[in-house]
């Protein structure tokens, strides 16, 4: 293994962590994690090699952000659904924002991974 991966994984995920410390609890949600983490599974299924070949590690990838894209229009489906007589700032903010959760998660996960694939690269 690269030892450049041992130092780039902990900078990026402690400078994400910094980046998020203030709102921890607003980038927490357990369904929009299981969404992404169930495309990222069910692409990289159907990689082949090992189960942590280059192969399988980029289908997760592009599992991970497809799953976060889906996961964003069907937040946004259910919120255009629920539209109905409340101010919409009471509600349209929160729902919103955990739309927009798949997503991040989605590239999170598509970063670490992208980030083994490239430490494995021989020049």
Known sequence: MNT???IALPVFLFLNYMAVSESLPNFIDAASLLVVLGGAISFALCGS???SS?????NAAEGAVIAGW???LYGSVMILGNIDERPLHEWMGPACAV????VVYGYFIKALCRM???SRATD
């Open 4 to 6: 450049g991966i041992l």
């Open 54 to 58: 280059d192969s399988r590690l980029s």
């Open 49 to 51: 090699g090992g189960w």
């Open 116 to 118: 083994v694939i490239l």
């Open 70 to 72: 889906l996961g964003a």
């Open 99 to 102: 739309m927009a959760l798949t």
